[in-house]
């Protein structure tokens, strides 16, 4: 089988950093991905890593350590708009499968 | 266009209604995908179509019946549901069914389903 362990909430405040976590229990997957979703919106695609390492799209940054079997996505300069669900997700043969999803709250 | 397109977004139906829900995207990709997600949850897939063929079934109760016309179009035919069965019905597309190479998926906004 295969599980991603996520934590259920984080809080943080506007304009700092937050990192959320993802642990996972598969094996041969292709990578981690990362995709917020909003109150009443669809999930949206923020970040791919195929590799161990980090990669870096603007504000948002994703880490991947295969030996660790972790990830973890790291938001900097947090805004108010960044409250949301944020979801790991496995690529594995035809399959994306999601975490539990960690709820952002941002504090002013 | 990087769009999904799903409709209607909003749906009630009676347990003996027959109704369906459908999806549409104009990107080229080759696999499409159906998930279903309940209130603070996270999206559950149900369906993967590859090159228009039904590569994986979730198990999912024979009340919900897929289909996918053409390249394009992914239909997911609803029949003698239960209230358990409402949620929010998302489709999804990616550029290629295998999941190398940052397989992105695009969703739709999903329609909201109510069983009642």
């Known amino acids: 089988g295969q599980s991603l362990e996520q934590p259920s909430e984080v809080t943080a405040v506007e304009g700092a950093i937050v990192q959320m976590n993802c642990t996972y229990q598969t094996s041969g997957f292709y990578g981690l991905s990362w995709y917020q979703q909003h109150d009443g919106g669809a999930p949206t695609f923020l970040s791919y890593?195929?590799?161990?390492g980090l990669e870096e799209t603007g504000r948002f940054s994703s880490f991947l350590s295969r030996s660790d079997s972790y990830g973890y996505l790291l938001l900097q300069e947090l805004q108010m708009k960044d409250s949301a669900s944020y979801f790991c997700a496995v690529n594995r043969d035809d399959k994306i499968i999601f975490g539990k999803g960690t709820r952002l709250h941002i504090l002013p | 266009d990087t769009e999904v397109t799903q409709t209607p977004k909003h749906l009630v139906m009676g347990m003996t209604n027959k109704k369906s829900l459908k999806c549409e995207q104009h990107?080229?990709?080759?696999?499409m995908y159906w998930y279903k997600q309940k209130a603070k949850k996270p999206p559950e897939l149900m369906f993967v179509y590859s090159y228009e063929k039904l590569s994986i079934n979730e198990s999912v109760p024979s009340r919900f019946s897929p289909e996918c016309p053409n390249s394009s179009l992914l239909n997911l035919h609803l029949h003698a549901l239960q209230p358990e069965d409402s949620a929010l019905y998302l489709c999804a597309s990616s550029p290629n069914p295998s999941g190398g190479s940052g397989n992105t998926i695009y969703f739709g906004e999903g329609s909201w389903l109510t069983v009642v």
């Open positions: 990107m080229g990709h080759r696999a």
């Open positions: 890593n195929a590799l161990d």
